[in-house]
């Protein structure tokens, strides 16, 4: 069996994307490992079998890359069970949404940027 446990995403520091995973969008903390030359920060939504590995950009190359790791297309798409529940909850944490919520065939999304750049949908298909 395969599965895809994690995903690294570039952060301009450590401390910023904690902040903005953990405070803004309630994400866990699954493990911070500092072994002096690396740390090893994850974090997932809860329940989560996907998590993200915060990559703490250290080169010029990967901080111009910050928020374009899918050249500027959404890249994330964050599965809710309640859309105005996270919607609102959001929103009132300062998430920037790039648009009002719409209804597709599919469910109801709105496209969020992180404090880094990168877009994201929040999403709750129909039929969940």
Excluded at 39 to 50: C, F, L, Q, S, Y
Excluded at 82 to 88: I, K, V
């Amino acid at each position: 069996m395969q599965r895809l446990s994690s995903v690294s995403i570039l952060v301009p520091s450590y401390a910023e994307g904690l902040r903005f995973f953990v405070d803004t969008l309630g994400f866990d903390l699954i493990c911070d490992i500092d072994e002096g030359h690396k740390r090893w920060v994850k974090v997932a939504p809860r329940g989560a079998e996907t998590a993200f590995i915060l990559a703490q950009a250290s080169t010029p190359e990967q901080v111009a890359a910050i928020g374009r790791q899918c050249g500027g297309r959404v890249w994330l798409i964050l599965q809710t069970d309640d859309f105005a529940r996270d919607h609102a909850a959001y929103l009132d944490a300062g998430v920037q949404f790039e648009e009002a919520p719409r209804s597709e065939t599919y469910g109801t999304v709105a496209v969020f940027r992180d404090p880094f750049g990168n877009r994201w949908d929040l999403i709750e298909f129909s039929g969940q």
